[in-house]
């Protein structure tokens, strides 16, 4: 008799840490120890910029952002191609290149911002080192999740497509263009909109950080919304989210939608679909216009010299590949990884000495006191985005008309709305804390909502219709068809929510409000008062427990729930 597959998850056994991931954990604390010995060294007292509330400043200040934001986007987008290649086509490298970039996935940005730009300052013009680790916090907060995607995609080639560029002896050239970068497209779109997104949050943080007589504010919407609250203005706030509002709708309608809709076309599928899923009126009217026809002729032009004059030379199959023997540069770079982890372990085993017992005690409280704001914020964003995320999944009307407008509202940061948060809460008791919960949930909920969409709409058709011919309803359908079919989008939306809470924690914990300072018990407080009093023992020490607590929480929750999902709920 059939018996259906409910969600009962039991995660299956598996070793917690590889030798890769102990070596690569070890080098990220030695470069975290290392700049914070040279934070050491930063200037005590650093003037920030006037930020003016005329609304004449906003389009200037506007421009500015989307600027850091294009540049670590571009950057972004070049080292996605560049590592995402050679992890899928190196087998040696592979071992290396992908541990490394789930270890640094599981790392809480925002807990490198002060050091990065306290040792920055050190060596660099003070304007010049905000400005690059500006860059520097948006490209982190982008990267990732594009790699991953590219990387994902290049290894999922099919064979027969493989073998058919090996037949007409592509060129590297040639196979990037007509297979590779294709064939990847889509998912790349689709993972830079969610980067582009992310990076707000992490632009705003940014534009507005200060630590004590250090003001490291930029130029800026941040900056705008920032000063704004701390005088008041509720109508220079007001302005502020809608030129935010009004930035995130033109880049959406007019680099966004046009790019989806072209990536649309490179979809494999063997029957044609009926939705009218990636639909953008520009990129219609591009299509058009004798513009897009004159730049089309010229990228073709350029396409056909470089394969022509650069790349003449067949490519072989790169899965075929033996790997070879390590190179110079492998040698270099384990040589370079062992004088990082012998120099930067010394100098944090003496920051590490020099804290006291009775201070270890308060970050370990602080830990679980970050840890439940987390759990709290998650809890509530799963109540409303589980339910909310199957009925737009599920409904194709609903999605037409909801979706879009999800989208706009996502990429609103959580932290262009903090100062109205705070303004709004810091008279209550406990309004810090509500505070802090408020901006981890906004900052996470999307993440898990868009996963849930996502899983909704993948679910198929004909399990849909078999539920309906057994008539499940209610729970029984939730527990036999939903929840397993949202399974693996879930978790992949948990584990992103969860790191964009934990980096919500060092802005939403200490908080420099009308020239007053506000903060509550937590991990992120103590890194940002560590930093603002010069405790670099302290901001180490602190630093250091959250990487841990993070990195502890993925190997143990996160890795076990996503190979459960990879092996027991696959779609097959």
Known sequence: MFKPRTFTPAPPAQSLLTRADVW????????LALAIGAAGSAPETVRGPEISLSLSALPFYALRSVGRMALAYALSLLFTLVYGYIAAYNARAERVLIPLLDVLQSVPILSFLPVVLLSLSTILPEA???????????????VWNMTFAWYQSLTTIPRELREASSIFRFSRWQRFTTLEFPFGALALVWNSMMSWAGGWFFLMAAEIFTLGERDFRLPGLGAFLHTAADAGDLAAIGWGILTLVVVIVVLDQFIWRPLLAWASQFRLEMIERDDDEAQSWFYDLIRQSALAGWAGSLAGRIDRFIARHLSRHPAPDPYLSVASQRSWLGWVMLAASVVVVGWGGWVGSVLLLSVPLAQWGEIVLSVGATMLRVVTAMTIALVWTVPVGVFIGTRPRAAAILQPIVQITASIPATALFPVLVLALLAIPGGLNLAAIALMMLGTQWYILFNVIAGAAAIPQDLRFTSELLQLRGWERWRTLILPGLFPYLITGLITASGGAWNASIVAEYVVFNQQTYQTIGIGAQIAAATAAGDFAGLFA???????????????????????????????
């Open 128 to 142: 010049v080192a905000v400005e690059l680790t500006a860059v520097v916090l948006i490209f982190t907060s982008q």
């Open 542 to 572: 602190a630093t250091l427990a959250m990487i841990v607590a993070v990195v502890a929480i993925n190997r143990l929750v996160w890795r076990r729930l996503y190979r459960l999902a990879e092996t027991k709920y696959r779609m097959e």
């Open 24 to 31: 690569l954990l070890l080098v990220l604390i030695g470069l």
